[in-house]
């Protein structure tokens, strides 16, 4: 079985700060991990994902996340945030064996401070 | 333009009725998925299909039921068996059986009990 825990349902941060959203899974097999965020009322966009070819792995919009095995931990960051970065960010796992669907975090709402 | 779509946007639903939400995809994916969305509980899994005339149930099928006749369409009816039918619910597909693509979510219905 996999999981995902995502650390803080909600982030406030100031424009300009460094943006730092955790997320910590569980998994008995080489993971695969995505970031997506979600505005209001809106769907899902993938922003980036991690596929084993390289543990730093950078996205749209100037996010990036680092996947750390020995601390089973996939954190996504953002040098300086903007004022259009407030929305709800979801990390999510799945793996080549068993089930072929995504399990989600519970989800971060990052909120941006002018 | 490709992408999901899901009718309606907003479903108003009285208790003890069927009600059948509709997602289509002109992305020529092979898999489809139906997410539920409740406030702090992330996104959980309903039903999902790899291919045509074949779907698994996810965490939470029970009250549900989908079908996938065509590879373009993958339907989801809220049965009154559901005690707990307002959400919002997401429809998403990807490419192939591998997991490490990417799924594309469409812009959601939202499913209100009166």
């Known amino acids: 079985a996999q999981s995902v825990t995502q650390l803080g349902s909600h982030v406030s941060v100031s424009e300009g700060a460094l943006v730092l959203l955790r997320c910590n899974y569980s998994s008995s097999v080489p993971p695969y991990l995505f970031w997506y965020v979600q505005y209001p009322n809106q769907g899902l966009q993938l922003l980036l994902k991690?596929?084993?070819?390289?543990?730093l792995v950078k996205g749209i919009n100037g996010f990036e996340a680092e996947f750390k095995k020995s601390e089973t931990s996939f954190h996504l960051t953002k040098p300086s945030a903007h004022m259009s970065d407030a929305a709800e960010y979801f990390c999510?796992?799945?793996?080549?064996?068993?089930?072929?669907?995504?399990?989600f975090g519970s989800g971060t709402r990052l909120q941006v401070q002018p | 333009d490709g992408g999901i779509t899901q009718s309606p946007k907003y479903l108003f639903r009285k208790e003890g009725q069927n009600v059948t939400l509709s997602c289509e995809q002109n992305?020529?994916?092979?898999?489809m998925y139906w997410y539920r969305q409740d406030p702090g509980q992330g996104l959980r899994l309903i039903y999902y299909?790899?291919?045509?005339?074949?779907?698994q149930k996810g965490d939470i099928a029970e009250g549900y039921s989908v079908s996938r006749e065509k590879k373009e369409s993958f339907p989801l009816t809220v049965t009154s068996a559901q005690k707990n039918p307002t959400a919002f619910y997401l429809c998403?597909?990807?490419?192939?059986?591998?997991?490490?693509?990417?799924?594309?979510f469409g812009p959601g219905t939202r499913l209100t009990v009166l």
């Open positions: 992305l020529n994916h092979d898999a």
């Open positions: 299909s790899q291919i045509v005339n074949d779907f």
């Open positions: 998403a597909s990807s490419q192939g059986s591998s997991s490490y693509n990417e799924q594309f």
């Open positions: 999510a796992v799945i793996s080549d064996t068993g089930r072929r669907a995504l399990t």
């Open positions: 991690y596929t084993s070819a390289a543990t």
